[in-house]
């Protein structure tokens, strides 16, 4: 089955900046999308089709897509940005899939 | 505003079936997708399908096919998901979240969670 691969963790420092790579082979067909998840709560989306971002989102929150990687950049990182990071996407048959997860510590 | 309520946490023996529901309200219910992901303790996201409540079309992950069925009440604006043949790695928060059709912004909003306990 179709996968997308994370790094489990990023640590940054406070103004930093972290960036989260997700790999998989669809991702110069298809559109990636990035979520942010805190403890307890449900996901939301920080970035749609490689690298629009949603009203209401930072500016801080950028994407960007190369060949078979798409990556989430956080400029500037607050500590509360410390959160999973997940990336999704889908495959050739439009399968939807989501990434291994990524856990940013703002250290 | 935008909202989708899902129903309450469920405890299930193992072989048995859960109904989860999540009611959307704020929007034009034909007009979005509805997908189901579930997230095992400590573990990541995980897509189960999609529904179109417009004419009630379903997809699903391989890895559910013959045991998950979405449904929905279009005179209620709500969608269900069924999970058969419960076992204990289904334990898991199952949440229901919006995609648009025509254009998508990604899945938004999510709804608040369900917590499905499977445990003899």
């Known amino acids: 089955s179709y996968e997308l691969t994370q790094p489990p963790s990023v640590s940054v420092s406070p103004g930093q900046t972290a960036r989260i790579t997700c790999s998989g082979d669809a991702l110069p067909k298809q559109y990636a999308y990035w979520y942010q998840q805190k403890p307890g709560q449900a996901p939301v989306v920080m970035i749609y089709?490689?690298?629009e971002r949603p009203s209401g989102i930072p500016e801080r929150f950028s994407g960007s897509s190369s060949g078979t990687t798409v990556t989430l950049t956080i400029s500037g990182v607050q500590a509360e940005d410390e959160a999973d990071y997940y990336c999704q996407s889908a495959d050739s048959s439009g399968t939807y899939v989501f990434g291994t997860g990524t856990k940013v510590t703002v250290v | 505003q935008v909202q989708l309520v899902q129903s309450g946490a469920e405890v299930k023996k193992p072989g048995a079936s859960v109904k989860v529901s999540c009611k959307a309200s704020g929007y034009t219910f034909t007009r979005y997708y509805m997908h189901w992901v579930r997230q095992a303790p400590g573990q990541g996201l995980e897509w189960m399908g999609i529904i179109n409540p417009s004419g009630g079309n379903t997809g699903y992950a391989q890895k559910f096919q013959g045991r998950v069925t979405m449904t929905r009440d279009t005179s209620t604006s709500t969608v269900y998901m069924e999970l058969s043949s419960l076992r204990s790695e289904d334990t898991a928060v199952y949440y229901c979240?919006?995609?648009?059709?025509?254009?998508?912004?990604?899945?938004?909003?999510w709804g608040q969670g369900t917590l499905v306990t499977v445990s003899s």
């Open positions: 979240a919006r995609e648009g059709i025509t254009i998508s912004l990604g899945f938004d909003p």
């Open positions: 089709k490689d690298s």
